[in-house]
């Protein structure tokens, strides 16, 4: 296996928690990647056929890690087991399975070698032959049991008989048989229908791997009355599992259904009302509505009402009071369920995306959806570049006669337009300006102070540049000079 070492040097990656075992009874060591973990106990967890686990004690301080496989100390000889737990965890799942502390603890001998592995390979070819044999002797013998499955020790020596039975069987005549015909020394051990789904294994109704071959040490007792209380049908195909017993899930959630139920009108209780007698038919015991009905048998005027008015009801009836019908809220308004494999969508930004652009402003393919599909409408654009003509036109260049270079540089500069190359020329003194009155009508392009031109973007007129040139000292008529600015 590569050893991956990190970037930051502390440590190695390490996937001994989920190593390489069997899924039945598995444990997930989180404390496997702790440096000096599996050194702190010499306890060690250790996984043989099927459901069958041990505690053996590391007195050699061999270094065991999750999937190694070992030869335990057994009687007589030796077995073959693979270690599926090491470190802190171990005493806690000792606790769990109920071992004392006082109780005798056997040890680890070695990992195991090749001329062990070539013993337990071939004590275990021959488990289905002993096991189909000894159902063939029991059977002759006249004894009501069933042998589920066979397991031969990891040396050979001693074979371990699984078998179910309704009552008490006196088998010692069917192990002085077992041991002539096999010539090893038999253990028999009863188990029962649910110990023996979990031995074999299998998918259930949902789906996924039988409980009692995963995770499920301790077996309760099933009763049908956790079928009622969660009003299940009692139908026996549906309540049965693979070992023909009740299931066991019926018990996972009848804990919240009887807490659900106490919450419910009695089921014997009927609601009175001006017109006739309703009848309990049936009830959502989550969603907490109760269905009633004017017959007994059958749904008739069926009415659906919440657990509080139920009770309403039932208290106006108690105080000698009947309402004129029942009348049922609501109820069918449920908030929008949440999509859960929503969050893992690649566009599930793409939302928030299209609400921050409806803010800023709108494209133009939106604004070609506004308008019907149509294209942009550009004739206001064009407008703007096009030259005035007629009166206009006229206005316009003596409202630029009347105005100096330097205003029309600054606003050109502040629009963003091009200005002519070299530096632009500024008067020394700023002097008193004389407005001249002027006879023509004022236009709508004139009221606007600071509007500009139509005719920015075209390169100006060098005549109109040499009309600007004016004198700067003109005579009046009464012999006096005027300064004239722009």
Request: include cysteine.
């Amino acid at each position: 296996m590569n050893k991956f070492i990190l970037k930051n040097g502390s440590g190695s990656l390490c996937c001994k928690g989920c190593g390489k075992q069997d899924n039945k009874l598995n444990t997930y060591d989180w404390l496997a990647d702790i440096p000096g973990n599996a050194e702190t106990e010499d306890m060690v967890e250790v996984q043989f056929k099927n459901t069958r686990k041990g505690y053996y004690k590391n007195s050699n301080r061999i270094r065991l890690e999750k999937g190694d496989i070992v030869a335990v100390e057994a009687s007589p000889g030796h077995d073959i087991g693979t270690v599926t737990l090491t470190g802190r965890l171990v005493p806690l799942q000792m606790r769990k399975a109920n071992i004392k502390p006082d109780a005798e603890i056997r040890r680890i001998y070695r990992k195991a070698k090749a001329v062990d592995m070539e013993k337990y390979h071939e004590a275990k070819s021959r488990e289905h032959d002993t096991m189909i044999r000894s159902r063939q002797i029991a059977l002759q013998l006249g004894l009501q049991m069933k042998i589920g499955d066979v397991e031969y020790q990891g040396d050979g020596n001693k074979a371990i008989f699984y078998y179910i039975a309704d009552e008490r069987v006196d088998f010692r005549q069917l192990i002085k048989v077992l041991a002539e015909v096999f010539r090893v020394r038999i253990e028999m051990k009863q188990i029962g229908a649910r110990q023996e789904a979990g031995r074999i294994g299998g998918i259930g109704p949902c789906g996924r791997e039988l409980c009692c071959a995963t995770w499920i040490t301790n077996f309760v007792s099933v009763s049908t009355s956790a079928a009622r209380y969660q009003d299940i049908s009692l139908n026996p195909q549906k309540l049965a599992g693979q070992c023909a017993k009740l299931k066991c899930c019926l018990n996972y959630e009848v804990d919240a259904y009887v807490e659900c139920l106490k919450r419910l009108p009695s089921k014997e209780i009927t609601l009175e009302t001006a017109d006739s007698t309703y009848y309990y038919f049936k009830a959502d015991i989550l969603a907490g509505t109760v269905t009633y009905s004017t017959d007994k048998n059958f749904l008739a005027n069926e009415v659906t009402l919440t657990a509080r008015q139920a009770f309403e009801i039932i208290n106006m009836n108690k105080q000698g009071e009947k309402p004129e019908k029942l009348t049922a809220e609501d109820i069918t308004k449920h908030t929008k369920p949440r999509d859960l494999l929503e969050q893992e969508s690649v566009t599930r930004f793409d939302k928030n995306k299209k609400k921050k652009k409806k803010k800023g402003g709108s494209t133009p393919a939106q604004n070609a959806k506004s308008n019907g599909g149509n294209k942009p409408n550009t004739s206001t654009t064009e407008t703007k570049n096009t030259a005035p003509t007629g009166k206009k036109q006229k206005a316009k260049s003596e409202r630029t006669d009347s105005k100096n270079e330097e205003p029309q540089a600054t606003a050109q500069q502040g629009e963003g337009k091009q200005l002519p190359a070299g530096p632009i020329k500024q008067p020394q003194k700023k002097l008193p300006t004389v407005t001249a009155q002027s006879n023509m009508p004022a236009t709508a392009d004139s009221t606007v102070p600071n509007r500009p031109a139509a005719n920015e973007n075209k390169p100006r007129n060098n005549r109109n540049r040499n009309n600007n040139r004016r004198p700067k000292n003109k005579p009046t008529d009464n012999g006096e000079t005027t300064a004239i600015n722009g």
